[in-house]
């Protein structure tokens, strides 16, 4: 049997992405599900759920998939359409009442990239499918060591039952309060917009919706919620019906944006904190997890609220493994990604975490324009990326770790090690790392002057200097 090459710069850590007819294609899409078929069966599995979001390449990627799962004996649960976060619903152990015995899924999904981008998202037995397990699906590709077999196909409409489970993050909050909300939401024209539309029927209050409509050229702005202009059009909204604050959302739904009704954003690591002083109230002493790029402001705030910061990679698939690994409720990154498991199930839900901060602001008693406004204020950059070679990033990273190693970390001066480099001084903190999915460094910082953002960034750039490197 002939194997098959994947093209070296899909198989990433978290999940596997290309741009299709050129470095992703539909044969591809039916290695992996031979080779993800063939994992399955060896660990005992029998069936998986699939679904694909609105690219225009996801259909045929999604056919070809299918194919070669129950090529390799996997009976497979195809629920079409929607977000990630409802594929993953599809594969949890708490579906079992819909899909018995569902053992892991696949979601055809571009994720917040290019329309021309594609790929695949994973989960198994309950747990992310990444690093080592997507490395081993290009193994056993190329050596053409697939299981065989003549699996079955089914399709199945879970929508309505996925919604259903949104719905429970209101459950005991007074319905008056709800009625009072207004809110936008923002699909950009990604997956989750036929979710948006059933959901916001079934809820109190009154809102306006953005780009429900899926399409899979979007037109109307990019579907990437963390960048500021994707949101221009949610704070119009916001401001022009007076709404109290607009949510928006990635392509496939796992990512989380919001705006508050004076149009700020409410970046990734803000929301964590408001999610916190939700949970903490109920559940003091809980842990929270949030990635190396957060404010040193978020942590502090955890530890004030009563509960335990934990700093952690970044990354949708770190941290969800942590969170199994701690038994942590909650966790989130600033990239939107945002992970429940008080009263959810530990993956990432851009709508069900749309749901819960309508929840939060509620049973803490303000609105989200006031949370922000009790924020402290911070200078920080945003992400500063300059492309390195791929075989040249890491080392880097070392390079320059090893430098403030030799040189003696000053008192005051704190140096973690989690994910790259992060560097706490008495002026603020700043970060180097490398990309999991990109040849590119990653260099951000926070301070509470400018002078003090200025001095950090003066650092960075002497310690790349030394290492043969200029900041682009």
């Known amino acids: 049997m002939t194997g098959h090459k994947f093209h070296p710069s899909i198989l990433r850590e978290y999940d596997i992405r290309g741009v299709f007819g050129e470095t992703l294609s539909v044969?591809?899409?039916?290695?992996?599900?031979?080779?993800?078929?063939?994992?399955v069966r060896q660990r005992g599995g029998n069936r998986v759920a699939v679904g694909y979001d609105g690219r225009l390449s996801s259909p045929m990627l999604e056919h070809a998939l299918v194919e070669g799962l129950t090529a390799s004996g996997l009976d497979v649960v195809r629920i079409g359409l929607g977000p990630s976060p409802m594929l993953y619903f599809a594969a949890t152990p708490a579906a079992k009442a819909l899909f018995p015995d569902v053992q892991g899924g696949v979601h055809v999904t571009g994720s917040h990239n290019p329309a021309n981008h594609n790929g695949f998202k994973m989960v198994l037995e309950g747990a992310p499918f990444f690093g080592s397990d997507i490395i081993d699906l290009g193994r056993i590709a190329d050596e053409a060591a697939w299981v065989s077999g003549n699996g079955s196909v089914q399709c199945a409409d879970i929508a309505e039952?996925?919604?259903?489970?949104?719905?429970?993050?209101?459950?005991?909050?007074?319905?008056?309060?709800?009625?009072a909300l207004r809110i936008g939401w923002d699909a950009g024209n990604g997956a989750a917009g036929p979710i948006i539309d059933a959901l916001t029927a079934r809820l109190p209050g009154y809102h306006v919706l953005l780009y429900t409509s899926v399409d899979g050229h979007f037109p109307n702005h990019h579907p990437d919620?963390?960048?500021?202009?994707?949101?221009?059009?949610?704070?119009?909204a916001v401001a022009e019906q007076c709404l109290d604050f607009g949510v928006a959302f990635d392509g496939d739904g796992d990512r989380i944006g919001a705006v508050d009704s004076k149009g700020r954003v409410i970046w990734g690591d803000q929301l964590l904190g408001i999610y916190a002083e939700d949970l903490l109230r109920n559940a003091p002493e809980s842990m929270v997890i949030a990635d190396v790029k957060a404010s040193s402001t978020l942590f502090e705030r955890i530890a004030e609220l009563g509960g335990k910061p934990l700093m952690w990679k970044t990354g949708h698939s770190p941290l969800k493994s942590k969170?199994?690994?701690?038994g942590a409720p909650l966790a989130g990154e600033m990239s939107g990604h945002m992970f429940f498991a008080d009263k959810y199930f530990g993956y990432d839900d851009a709508l069900y975490a749309a749901v819960r901060l309508i929840a939060a602001t509620v049973r803490i008693g303000m609105s989200l324009t006031a949370l922000r406004d009790a924020m402290p204020e911070r200078?920080?950059?945003?992400?500063?990326?300059?492309?390195?070679?791929?075989?040249?990033?890491?080392?880097?990273?070392?390079?320059?770790?090893?430098?403030?190693?030799?040189?003696?970390?000053?008192?005051?001066?704190?140096?973690?090690?989690?994910?790259?480099?992060?560097?706490?001084?008495?002026?603020?903190?700043?970060?180097?790392?490398?990309?999991?999915?990109?040849?590119?460094?990653?260099?951000?910082?926070?301070?509470?002057?400018?002078?003090?953002?200025a001095g950090l960034l003066a650092e960075v750039d002497a310690r790349l200097a030394a290492v043969g490197l200029k900041r682009g």
């Open 27 to 39: 044969e591809d899409a039916h290695a992996v599900g031979r080779s993800f078929g063939s994992v």
């Open 161 to 179: 039952a996925y919604v259903d489970c949104l719905l429970g993050a209101l459950d005991g909050i007074d319905r008056g309060a709800l009625n």
């Open 225 to 236: 919620p963390t960048i500021e202009g994707n949101l221009t059009d949610l704070c119009a």
């Open 323 to 326: 969170m199994k690994e701690t």
């Open 379 to 453: 200078i920080a950059t945003p992400e500063l990326r300059f492309q390195v070679d791929e075989a040249r990033k890491f080392a880097v990273v070392d390079e320059v770790l090893g430098q403030l190693i030799a040189d003696g970390v000053p008192d005051g001066v704190q140096v973690h090690q989690i994910d790259g480099v992060r560097v706490e001084t008495p002026d603020g903190w700043w970060l180097l790392r490398a990309s999991n999915t990109q040849d590119v460094l990653v260099v951000r910082a926070e301070s509470t002057s400018d002078e003090g953002l």
